[in-house]
């Protein structure tokens, strides 16, 4: 006969299990929530995991609990596309609380004025809003046909999108859409504005290709990402980021031929790294003595000028970068390797519009006289500055006889860039894009380079007949949507044979 428990006594019979009250429950775990890890809730299931579970771990904790779980699932059904989705139900799961886990460095982080992300979104200041009463949800930015080469405004306006989650969002992630970097040029850039952007980027998308050339050329940490992991190296050939600190951070007191050394030893660099391009190619090739000159007096120059006039009163920054790719492109009907040469320079500080104010009294009377006469244009004062500031001979220092001296570092990085390069039609060609200010300019197609005048100057003012009286075309000189803050010039050219020599093959 079974014994019934004696309900009058108060005290339950030895075989009934006494479970812990639900308070004592809860203090344990509010004791242990602060320091719990995934680790610590290892579930059976994908059931198993609470919203609270999900909701008491940050970012880089989630995100190690999410890749376990899809790493189980596909390897218990062996179904990528159910691992997929059960990673994508943990995260609706977790999303649905009200309070995002941010990072202490986020949660520490205070509005910083910057003048780089001021350039992209004026009212900034404005704008901004502590962590604590942001309201936008989480969010991304894709970056397609990042590149100034090819697509300025659209490329400007992704930059528009960035600063504006970085105001505003709670968190936000940066999709690297394109399977290759097409110019370094927008990197370079996005790596300044990391620097005092706040802290609220959650990762992104972004190719094998990409992971390869940023962790070559050494812009990964630049850009602040993290670990790529192992990234194979072949096929990209680098010249390394190098750049020059901030302005205003110069000792006044600091030995100005170093200072100058810097600048050449950055210049032989890049010298040696395009040599070592031409040096992979089959059959090798290699710079002349006159080309390997001429570049290293164009980098040098180049430099130089960003640091006396990215800033009132000199002590400028700059940042430079680049690399080579072997890439496949399809020529005449076959697909064939092609190497593809990237070189950005990029200083920071006051555009080309600004320091051209600077030249001698007739060249300003110049400027105002084309500036007048293209005023219907559809060009701004700004960019028809720009275009006018290009031309051989123009500087802000004085440049008198009909020879000039000076003021040929624009056309010097063109003609070299157009020299190296070969073409092999569209998309393939040599182009030079000037991004300054609200301005841009692209030297390409039939507007490639400068025309030698009778006097020995160079001059391309984008139009057909080659002629200052005529306005230039909108397809190669546009106004910006928001101002890029200082001067960027970046190149693409190819260095491979003739397409006719590949037929022959």
Sequence with gaps: ???????????????????????????????????????????????????SDLQSLDEAEFQKLAKMVHRREQRTTGSQKHANKVRRKLQLRRRS??????????????????PNLASIRPNRAKDWRPLVKRKSKTSDVDCINFSFIDDPIETMRTFEKIVSAECQSKGFRINFADKYIQDIGPYLFLGALRQKMTPVVLGGKISASTQKVLEA???????????????KSTDVWPLPMRDRRGAGQSS?????????????RVADQTVRSVNEWLQSLEPAEELTRY?????????????????????????????TAGFMARRPARLNGRVVPVHVCNIGLMNLGRPISQTILEAPEG????????????????????????????????????????????????MDIVEFANGVGVSHGEGLD??????????YVRFAGPFRKGDSASNGRRLQWFNAENSVEKPPSSDYVK??????????????????????DWIND
């Design 1 to 51: 006969m079974r014994r019934r428990p004696n309900r009058t006594s108060g005290k339950p019979p030895r075989y009934i299990l006494q479970l812990p009250s639900v308070t004592s429950i809860k203090v344990r775990w509010c004791r242990q929530l602060a320091n719990r890890k995934w680790t610590d809730f290892w579930p059976d299931g994908v059931s198993g995991l609470k919203k």
């Design 97 to 114: 609380e009200k309070r995002i886990p941010f990072s202490k460095k986020a949660l520490n982080y205070r509005y910083l004025d910057c």
């Design 217 to 231: 050329v050494q812009l990964r940490s630049f850009l602040q990402m993290g670990s790529f992991g192992r990234v």
């Design 252 to 264: 006044l007191t600091a030995d100005i031929a170093v200072q100058a050394s810097r600048v050449e």
């Design 291 to 319: 080309g390997a000159s001429n570049l290293k007096t164009v980098v040098t120059e180049a430099l130089n000028n960003s640091e006396r006039h990215g800033r009132l009163g000199g002590d400028g920054e700059w940042v």
């Design 363 to 410: 060249v300003l009377d110049q400027l105002k006289r084309y500036i007048k006469l293209h005023a219907d244009s559809g060009l701004s004062d700004e960019t028809l500055a720009t275009v006018f500031a290009l031309q051989d001979g123009i500087s802000r220092v004085d440049q008198s006889g009909d020879s000039p001296s000076g003021g040929t570092g624009m």
């Design 430 to 439: 040599t182009r030079v894009a000037i991004v300054s200010g609200k301005s």
């Design 479 to 500: 106004n910006l949507p928001c101002a890029f803050p200082g001067t960027l010039v970046t190149t693409r050219f190819v260095i491979d044979q003739s397409d006719e």
